[in-house]
């Protein structure tokens, strides 16, 4: 006689309800895990959602540094702050170059500050010369040569006049350096680091084509000072001729050399 078939097999109704209750459990928890999972991606969904909303907007900017010469609307604009974006679309570096691009500023700096504010620090370049230009118009430079500004008046700086062999050097565009750097650079140099005790006494800077440097003062006086080198010494050789030595009918003070100057007619 053969075997019973397995479906022919009866099952203690307890195994059988114990089976059960295995398989409620094990769909009670896949259940459970896809609503946890479902739950933590509604979470993260809002949460995007709520970074890319005016309630997490960059809506307090402060600027930093002073920059008398860049206006702060002009500094929101470059970093693309002016209409309070998502705090978490802004991107610090791409709008620091942006502000770095406007003449004047030198640096910048941009945190955020969550939920809802931004503080960019700048630093400006200085002035140090003005070079005439076209048009009668003048324009201001850094201490690098870049041209910050072209006005229709002339700053209070030096005039920078550079010489070749071809002629004069003019200015460069706004947000540009002058060129040729090598020519232009001695008379920066020396614009850049005057004294203060004199350095208002200046009002032109001339660089000749052999890269020797002359001052023209206020007072009329002409001071020779050479190479752009051993600045220090040779600035401190004016000071103390201007301070102590009778200047009545003279015209040129020659500091080239500068362990010897001179003073004469």
Do not use: C
């Amino acid at each position: 006689m053969s075997p019973p078939a397995e479906a022919d097999v009866a099952i203690n109704p307890r195994i059988r309800q114990r089976r059960e209750q295995v398989e409620r459990s094990r769909s009670q928890k896949r259940m459970r895990r896809l609503a946890a999972v479902l739950a933590v991606a509604a979470l993260v969904a809002t949460g995007i959602y709520l970074l890319h909303t005016p309630l997490f907007g960059a809506q307090k900017v402060t600027i930093t540094g002073i920059h008398p010469n860049t206006s702060d609307q002009d500094i929101r604009s470059a970093a693309g702050l002016l209409h309070h974006p998502a705090l978490i679309s802004v991107d610090p570096g791409p709008a620091e170059a942006r502000v770095e691009t406007l003449p004047f500023i030198a640096t910048a700096h941009i945190t955020r500050h969550w939920p809802d504010s931004v503080t960019i620090a700048v630093t400006e370049r200085k002035p140090a010369a003005v070079m005439a230009g076209p048009a009668s118009r003048w324009s201001t430079l850094d201490g690098l040569g870049r041209t910050l500004a072209v006005t229709p008046a002339k700053m209070n700086y030096p005039a920078l006049v550079v010489h070749l062999s071809t002629g004069v050097v003019s200015p460069a565009p706004v947000g540009s350096r002058a060129v040729p750097t090598a020519a232009v650079a001695p008379g920066l140099l020396v614009a850049r680091t005057l004294p203060v005790a004199f350095s208002g006494q200046v009002t032109t800077v001339t660089v000749a084509a052999d890269r020797t440097v002359t001052l023209s003062l206020t007072s009329g006086l002409v001071v020779v000072i050479g190479t752009a080198s051993e600045l220090a010494t040779k600035y401190a050789a004016i000071a103390a001729i201007i301070a102590g030595t009778p200047l009545k009918g003279m015209h040129t003070i020659d500091v080239s050399v500068p362990q010897s100057p001179t003073v004469g007619p």
